[in-house]
Structure formats: C-alpha cells, structure tokens
C-alpha cells in the first residue's frame, strides 16, 4: 500500500501576549492509502492542530516554523494559497468540522453550500453542480427534498454533521479528515454517524484521519492509533496491539481510565495536568505526572523510535539498543 501523506518535524507555534505557545514539537505522521488514522490524547494535545496544518488551515497568530508536509509525494508548505486553493484543498483532501453549525455559512441554505463544494471539485457552474446535490443529501440518510432549502440554523445536530459529511465527500477526496466529528451529539446519533462515516469511506475508499478523545471510537473505526501529548508524538501503532500491549507511560494511563461493561476494577486517572506550552516542561513534556520518571527525563526529550515492529513509542524507558523511528 503506497504512501499518501508523511509528516515530519512538524513544528506549529502561536503568539499570544502571553508568549509563544509551541503547539506542535516536531511531530511525525504518516498514512498509506486507504488507510485509517486515529488521533488521540487530552484536549489541548495538538491533535486539530496537526489536522489543520496538513490542510494549511493555520492563521495568524499561528505558524507553521518547520517540516515538511508530504502530500502524493510534493511538499504542500511549499504550495501557494492559490495552488492549494485550486488543486489540493476541496479537491484532493477535505475536512469535517468538530462543530457542523459554526462550519457551515449560516446565511447560504445547505444545497447552495454542498453546490458550491461539488463545483469546487468538477469546475463546473453551481447550477450544474446543483443538480447533483439531491444525491449527496440522500447519501447521507437526508430527505433531499426537506432539507436541501434549510439554512444551517434549520438543521439539528445530527442533520447539520451529515450535511457536513456529504459536502467533504461529494468531492471524493482522497483523504479525509474528521475532527471530532460527533463531539457534540448524543450517544445515538454518535453511533449513527460513526456507521455512516464508515459505510461511506468504504465505498469511496478514503483515506481517513480521525481525531477524537474517545479511545472507544478510535479502536472501533482505526486502523492505527497515534497519542499525542502536548504537542508531540508519544506512541504509534496498530489499534490491537496500542490496546493489547501499550509501551508509554501515559497511554497506558488513558487506556486504564476507560470503563470496561462487567469489570469491576477501580478506575484510574493520570494526575495532574497538561502542562502549560507557553512554558512545557524540559526534558520529556510528560515527566511531571510519570510515575516511571528518572533523570534523564527531566532533561532530554526522547525521540521516536521503533521497539516492536511497527510499534514506535517515545519514551526513555525504551531508549536504549532501538532504533530511531
């Protein structure tokens, strides 16, 4: 299966009066075709940052310092906006908002919007495109008839993130990104959409990046499973063997907090915080809560290295006689 996206070095930073907040440090990422990605970690870890640099979505006061951003092979940081505009962004890789109401323009009715994606993607007119809205409403489970005239206000949660769903692949993206796509809906319609998003990426065969918090969401529907920890790559591998056999410290804490249906165990939390990243901590950005810290944490951040095949993990209790990932 050939490459489709490789992140390396990724380095995000923002300026706020408070100082620079280092969003990312020097993350690693890679997806092959067609294949499923989950990333997940504590709200405030860098994962919709990471989502929104790989589709050069990030503004002032953010920017993107350093790496590369390997798209089918081209460097998409060394893109014009016009270029990512006209062959990348709407064409080749879209995205689902965490929020569909703030998403989608509220003074434009739902069909007009899902027109403009498709005449994006076609180079066509928006009457054309229009036309071809009905079945990209139908696709999604919506009565075409009933909601191609609402306005985004109009739509319940779970009507607005399935508009939102058939505008990222009417498209027919090669990747799609989907940033917390059921975050803000309840449990059912949570089930409803995660199904629908499956049905759908296995009939246009899309690559996908799920970013989530929920470990539960992430094993059912992901291939692979990427942590992240403020702001950097902690462990990557497939979704069995992160839940059969996790290496870090702190995945092994996210993983312990999960409820299980017919156990009895005590569940446990990690203590303390995220660290603040306008000042992180040296050394490992994990060490203050890490119950397994020594020296060498405090003072050498560790790299990303290979411990098993396909198995990459970024801690010092793995360093030594590893390779580097």
């Given amino acids: 299966m050939s490459r489709l996206l490789d992140v390396e070095n990724l380095r995000v930073i923002f300026h706020t009066y408070r100082g620079t907040i280092k969003a990312l440090n020097g993350i690693r990422l890679w997806l092959n075709e067609e294949e499923r990605l989950g990333i997940v970690g504590e709200t405030g870890c860098g994962k919709s ?43 080749r890789m879209s995205m689902i908002f965490q929020e569909p109401i703030s998403a989608l323009n509220p003074v434009f009715k739902i069909g007009f919007q899902i027109a403009e994606a498709i005449a994006h993607r076609k180079d066509i007119s928006i009457g054309d495109a229009y036309k071809l809205v009905p079945e990209s409403l139908e696709m999604v489970g919506l009565d075409w008839k009933r909601s191609i005239d609402l306005y985004p206000h109009e739509l319940s949660g779970g009507m607005a993130q399935r508009a939102m769903i058939a505008m990222a692949l009417a498209i027919k993206p090669k990747l799609l990104i989907a940033d917390e796509p059921t975050s803000a809906l309840d449990v059912t319609i949570q089930a409803q959409i995660l199904q629908l998003l499956d049905e759908l990426v296995k009939i246009g065969k899309n690559a996908v990046i799920l970013i989530t918090h929920d470990l539960g969401v992430a094993s059912e529907f992901c291939d692979r499973i990427t942590v992240m920890y403020a702001g950097n790559v902690i462990e990557i591998s497939n979704s069995e063997e992160i839940f059969d056999e996790p290496l870090h410290p702190y995945t092994k804490g996210l993983i312990s907090s999960i409820p299980i249906i017919g156990a009895s165990r005590e569940l446990t939390g990690i203590p303390g915080s995220v660290p603040d990243l306008v000042s992180p901590p040296s050394g490992c950005r994990f060490h203050p809560r890490c119950d397994f810290c020594f020296d060498r944490c405090r003072m050498e951040p560790p790299a990303l290295s290979e411990i098993l095949p396909g198995h990459f993990v970024a801690c010092h209790l793995y360093s030594d006689g590893v390779k580097e990932g």
């Fill in 49 to 91: 940052v990471s989502a929104l640099s790989v589709m050069r979505l990030i503004e002032a006061p953010g920017e993107i310092i350093d790496g590369q951003i390997l798209f089918e092979g081209n460097d998409i940081l060394k893109l014009s906006e016009e270029e990512m505009d006209r062959h990348i962004r709407g064409k």
